[in-house]
């Protein structure tokens, strides 16, 4: 576990969740700090979507689905009654595994956010979506076509530009949940470029299948097996020098 | 064991010609329907030609076939028509909308899903009672337009509820997970990113059942609604008739002038089915066409 706990943006404590009678994450710790990429990485079902869901209580949508203990973003717990989930969820931004557009223009994608936060002046909308869209490294590629439909891009345009809609509402965190699984290997590259850019200014949180793409992107990686995290370190020590032999066993694909 | 060239050629054969024969199958099918309308339409138009004329648009009923018009009836079902249309669309969609995003999944919503699709499969008739009971006596209303349009939309709302809930239901998750993911509430993700999409899905259960109300007479003939009706709705609360309700009183009486005078309501009847299912046409490809 990361000793710079003061540091930590994110903060989850001894975190259970059950779906209705299944246990899916037991007594997780973890300590995710400001500005940094952090990689969860472990085999499939192991919780590490579910512990990402949590994050930005996306969990909550599932009936059934029950938290306990802590999880804290900037020492408030987000779990807590008079917490708003909209303003959370403005916070701590997400994006999916399958690049998900709406089937609207690429503007009024970039827009969505904003507007249901209740920007509507046009100007403004204007600058939003053009920063977005620079800091996905989208915006030389759209600038002239920024009224057609976003399903005429390509499915890594299409991922970028859920990054830069993610963006648009001004979040600290970032969420990607497998989010260059369905990519060919340039477009991933591509947001793996984008990762490394974007953490000066957000915290990044990323579950991953990849385990080159943990060591090429992320700070810290944590390991996960069957709802706990096993292991979870600098990303260099854990995929040199692992203390637990399950991690070693992982990382070098004895199974998963 | 391999087969031999000439096995699988005769194999392939016998898959091509089972293709074919479905195929006739089909289109037989398809033809059956066509060939029926065919009939309908051209049966009708030989016995209604001779009434297609202005007088049939200006005049009232009258015991004279040569007098004889359904102005009454054909204003009657386009009200009916414009009120029943929204009316219906937002109390259905408002419904599905709820049971499908806002209800609680368990026995209760199960419940009440098992009765509206058995609400669905009601006769119309039963809708006249329930009509008759409700809005002719107990909220006294008596044999109106208001009573008329009511009764219909209870008929209409559960085909329009279960369409809608099967539109809304079509609509990917990852949307609705996109919308949440980014702080919208619930209405603004139903409103703008699920409805979009279902909205095509939408019209064409309403469009369906309320074409099917506008031709419909037994609910109507239950909640006593006149069919000789002299003169046009001033208001809601007047008397009124319908097409339907035309065409099957001419159709009850004796001279073959009236026979006639009911083919020509019925292809009125056809031709308003026919510009509203264009306009829900129209409106819907106008959706489509921004997604």
Redesign the interface.
Known sequence: MSATTSNALIQIKDVDLFYTQFHALKKVNVDIAQNSVMAFIGPSGCGKSTLLRTINRMNDRIEGCRVEGLVSIAGNDIYSKDVSVEMLRKKVGMVFQQPNPFPKSIYDNIAYGPRAHGITKKSILDEIVEESLRNAVLWDEVKDYLKRSAFGLSGGQQQRLCIARALAVNPDILLMDESTAALDPISTIKVEELVRELKNKYTIVMVTHNMQQAARVADQTAFFLNGEIIEVNDTNVIFSNPRDSRTEDYISGRFG | MNMTDAQLHAKTQRRRNKDKINQLIFLASTSIGIIVLMILIIDILIDGIHFLRPELFTNFPSRLPSRAGLVSALIGSIYMLLILAPLSFIIGVGAAIYLVEYA??GPVSNFIQVCISTLAGIPSIVYGILGLTIFVQLLNLGNSLLAGIFTMTLLVLPVIIVSSQEAIKAV?A??R?????????KW?TVQ??VL??AIPGILTGVILSVSRAIGETAPLVVIGAATFVPFLPANLLDQFTVLPLQIYNWIGLPRIEFQQLAASGIIVLLVLLVVMNITAVVIRNKYQK??
């Open positions: 609680k999944k990917p990852a949307r997970d996109a919308s949440f993911a980014l702080g919208a509430t603004q703008n990113a979009p999409s921004n997604i």
